[in-house]
């Protein structure tokens, strides 16, 4: 497995946010994670990702395991340096700098002029509306070509793990279709995903398997064609029918 977590348990002061849960993500997949708000898919993102701690949570039992070595305590530079790289949800651009300064930021462990230019247009190949606005400043960007520079930014180390979360948030319904595309097309490009979502319909369109989660804990597992299936997913989130 490239990613592989056992018996997860996780706290913010003396309450726990997540109870022994287990998930992983084998190379060449894309995994989704799902369940309600609070239900604890965004902090087991944060946990593998390496910012928990800036969010005032710890880890307190089980394993993280990324290429079969523990990652717990590493710090994000370093889990980027390893080939992992995150979306946070909200995009979180750089509102002040530019559209190619924010590409730039996103290579910023290179140190190789060259290879980020490359990288730079790699980048805009995968999202051209991005191209015509390269000197213009991230914050004036819309949703969807804020979310496309959080992907883009997220690619410009050509990471082996992608996590993502909520890329549908606050996005038009054409934009949230067209990035999920492109998670795809990232994906065939041999990109492995970690996918937190809300958009339970969207996200099993293009996921391989998926985890539920529900107040802390792994509720349901399987894979995208079994949970399309199962009676409770299509009840909770999918509208019933």
Same mark, same amino acid.
């Given at each position: =497995? ?6 997860? &348990? ?49 880890? &307190? ?35 002040? =700098? ?116 529900? &107040? ?12 399309? &299936? ?12």
């Amino acid at each position: =497995m490239l990613l592989d977590v056992k018996n997860l &348990t996780v706290a913010y002061g003396h309450a726990k946010a997540i109870e022994t849960a287990s998930f992983s993500v084998a190379s060449g997949e894309i995994v989704a994670m799902l369940g309600p708000n609070g239900a604890g898919k965004s902090t087991a993102l944060r946990a593998v990702s390496g910012i928990l701690p800036a969010a005032g949570g710890k880890i &307190t039992a089980g394993e993280v395991l990324y290429r079969g070595q523990s990652i717990i305590g590493l710090r994000p530079d370093e889990l980027v340096s390893q080939g992992m790289s995150l979306v946070p949800e909200g995009r979180r651009v750089f509102s002040s =700098m530019t559209v190619r300064e924010n590409l730039e930021m996103g290579a910023f462990i290179l140190h190789d002029t060259k290879k980020t230019r490359g990288r730079t247009d790699s980048v805009l190949a995968m999202f051209p509306p991005l191209r015509d606005r390269l000197a213009q400043k991230a914050g004036t960007l819309s949703g969807g070509e804020q979310q496309m520079l959080s992907l883009g930014r997220a690619l410009m180390l050509q990471p082996s793990l992608l996590l993502v979360d909520e890329p549908s948030l606050g996005l038009s319904p054409n934009f949230v279709e067209a990035v999920f595309e492109k998670l795809q097309e990232i994906n065939r490009g041999g990109t492995s995903i970690l996918l937190v979502e809300q958009n339970a319909s969207m996200a099993l369109d293009v996921c391989h398997r998926a985890y539920v989660f529900e &107040t802390g804990r792994i509720a349901l597992s399987g894979t995208r064609a079994e949970l399309l &299936t199962n009676a409770r997913v299509s009840d909770i989130f999918l509208g019933g029918g």
